[in-house]
């Protein structure tokens, strides 16, 4: 069953306070990505992993590090999260430029 | 800058009719357009794709239209349904290389019966 995890799916911190948001997918993927979705913009790309620490920034990766130690699981993380960093995360996976598979989102909230 | 970018933001129609989604772009280079359905609360899933070297792609009821010379595509999905209430949004890469996506902000669908 080709499926994408994300944990939390709801996640509430307060300004300055560190956020963990993980990922997992089972189909062996290469390549996973981050993104956040807020009304209006789209989905936004914040990196981008092609293997095992192998990582690339994507458009929006101010404020974001990741890491990703194994192929089946990618985080990332906000150190000191902003208020402005409040949005819905996804998290995704292909092979190689194949169709990229979504999880169900995070719903981050920075108070 | 919006690279891609997609009208009208919201949509409304009746049961059994077609809905038209309208997606433009600015890169001549991209040549990869897939087109993904998103319902409230779950991740966006791939719905159809095009690539630049097709004018037209059909799967069922959902139909992408691509002109190449204006850089425009479309997404017609002919009977719609009250299960078609969605956001869709248009993507394009340049599928080889860097296998970035960039989105549109979404078209808002929805089907009244």
């Known amino acids: 069953d080709m499926k994408v995890t994300q944990m939390p799916r709801y996640l509430i911190k307060r300004m300055g306070e560190n956020v963990l948001l993980e990922c997992g997918q089972d189909?062996?993927?290469?390549?996973m990505y981050w993104y956040r979705q807020d009304p209006g913009l789209g989905l936004q790309l914040i990196y981008i992993?092609?293997?095992?620490?192998?990582?690339s920034e994507g458009d929006i990766p101010k404020g974001y590090r990741v890491s990703r130690k194994k192929r089946e699981h990618f985080s990332l993380i906000l150190d000191s999260a902003k208020t402005n960093q409040t949005s819905v995360y996804f998290c995704a996976s292909s092979r190689d430029w194949g169709e990229q598979y979504f999880g169900p989102g995070t719903r981050l909230t920075v108070l | 800058q919006q690279q891609v970018r997609q009208s009208p933001q919201s949509l409304t129609v009746w049961e059994g009719e077609t809905a038209i989604l309208n997606c433009s772009y600015e890169?001549?280079?991209?040549?990869?357009f897939p087109w993904y359905q998103q319902f409230p609360g779950e991740g966006p899933a791939l719905l159809i794709s095009i690539r630049s070297v097709s004018d037209k792609k059909e799967d069922g009821r959902f139909t992408i239209f691509f002109n190449k010379r204006e850089k425009k595509l479309s997404l017609h999905i002919t009977d719609s349904q009250p299960g078609d209430s969605a956001t869709y949004f248009c993507a394009a890469s340049l599928n080889t290389g860097n296998y970035k996506y960039v989105f549109g902000a979404g078209t808002r669908l929805k089907v009244i019966a």
């Open positions: 890169d001549s280079t991209f040549n990869y």
């Open positions: 189909m062996s993927h290469e390549t």
């Open positions: 992993s092609y293997d095992v620490d192998s990582n």
